[in-house]
């Protein structure tokens, strides 16, 4: 039985970061998603903390599943700010990141962002440590110390286990 090559592309739009990335990896690297042709296919796109940066959301589902293959998966990964830690922190919580982070979002904006482009939204996993890294960050900017972070990413973690609501949550969406 022959291993099946993966191909693999990515996306950077930062100039520097890319080059790098070239460097470091045999893959190709592409500056913008929506340059990529629709002839191109793939069976799993993942976007790890990018939609809360993107102007116009729907833009980029949109092209995402023009290049996805039928039965390919979208991995999305995205702050949670119906979180405990986004409530505890509010106007501190790093996680808004204004301007950087352009949009926020809950369970409920995925489910609809899935339904309006024809995707099943199958799976949803929690991002156990980004409640430990957020809550941290978001201590610093109060004015708290690093054990206030840590043990504020710990109360979020198991306030999120009843809840189901983690400080960072990964949306597998089928197409």
Known sequence: MQDKKWEIDGIENDE????????????????DLLSLKEKDK?????????LEHVYDAQTYIEK???????????????????????????????????????????????????NKNNLKLKHIEPMFFDAYYISILSSKKKGE?????????????????????YSSLMYFLYK
């Open 64 to 114: 995402i599943y023009k290049i996805l293959k039928k039965g390919g998966v979208i991995i999305i990964a995205v702050p949670n700010c119906n979180s405990y830690d986004a409530k505890k922190y509010k106007e501190n919580w790093v996680a808004y990141d204004l301007p950087i982070h352009v949009s926020h979002f809950r369970k409920s904006d995925i489910h609809n962002i899935a």
């Open 16 to 31: 520097g970061a890319r080059k790098i990335a070239i460097e470091k990896n045999d893959i190709k690297i592409n500056s």
């Open 42 to 50: 793939y069976d799993v796109i993942t976007m790890w903390h990018v």
């Open 145 to 165: 110390n690093l054990i206030k972070g840590i043990w504020n990413g710990f109360k979020s973690n198991i306030k999120a286990k009843k809840e189901k609501e």
